[in-house]
């Protein structure tokens, strides 16, 4: 078991470009969740996935977002037409379900310039 | 609402000093867990604590579930100890997502 896995770390493009990260969960773990963090404040749900269905999205994420998860296992994450705003670290979980521990990845920082 | 606040915001120890870090919960809030997050930005998992106590090394945590609270507890910090402690817990019959504190960032000096 090698944890929950996030790719890239980092990731620097330009406002108006499209950016895509990966999420690669525990292997046993059924649920995946992304948050959102900035400077200061605590991770906020974005969304999540039980198997490949995904069963919940933030208001915060708008239609400029979007999430898969095909065949259940990895997830990504796609931001379209990028503004300053979605500078953030993106974090990645995993678990069991309901009632159990979460994990998280290692998160991809992005900053849009 | 659906609240998890955490106590205090900063704070500031000399190494070998004991903490207390305190995380209040709404009543749709249940599952805490606490997580340092390292300087990567990393949530490393620290405890699940729904209820009871728990502890391991230096440090421990106790939920009193019932009086809608949590504590962790950090004996002889070491400056390896500095950084963002959150605490998260479960939201009542919403799949399993999280809602965080705001966090406390504990400065360790040597």
């Known amino acids: 078991d090698t944890g929950v896995s996030q790719d890239p770390r980092h990731k620097i493009t330009k406002r108006g470009q499209n950016v895509t990260f990966r999420c690669d969960p525990i292997?046993?773990?059924?649920?995946l969740y992304w948050y959102r963090q900035t400077l200061g404040q605590g991770p906020e749900f974005l969304t999540y996935?039980?198997?490949?269905?995904?069963?919940?999205k933030s208001r915060l994420l708008s239609d400029r977002f979007s999430a898969e998860r095909p065949k259940g296992s990895f997830s990504t994450l796609e931001i379209q037409r990028t503004e300053q705003g979605d500078s953030a670290m993106y974090l990645c979980?995993?678990?069991f379900g309901i009632g159990t521990e979460a994990f998280f990845g290692q998160g991809t920082r992005l900053t849009v310039v | 609402g659906i609240q998890v606040e955490q106590s205090p915001p900063d704070l500031i120890l000399q190494e070998g000093a004991n903490s207390t870090l305190r995380c209040n919960f709404s009543?749709?809030?249940?599952?805490l867990q606490w997580f340092h997050q390292n300087p990567w930005g990393q949530l490393i998992n620290l405890f699940y604590?729904?209820?009871g106590t728990k502890q391991n090394g230096r440090l421990s945590a106790t939920t009193v579930a019932t009086e809608r609270y949590s504590l962790l507890y950090i004996s002889s910090s070491q400056t390896t100890d500095s950084g963002v402690y959150f605490c998260?817990?479960?939201?009542?019959?919403?799949?399993?997502?999280?809602?965080f504190g705001q966090g406390t960032e504990l400065s360790v000096k040597p």
């Open positions: 292997s046993e773990h059924n649920r």
């Open positions: 998260a817990g479960e939201i009542y019959n919403q799949g399993g997502k999280l809602i």
């Open positions: 009543d749709s809030v249940n599952n």
């Open positions: 604590i729904p209820s």
């Open positions: 979980a995993s678990s």
């Open positions: 996935f039980q198997n490949e269905a995904q069963l919940e």
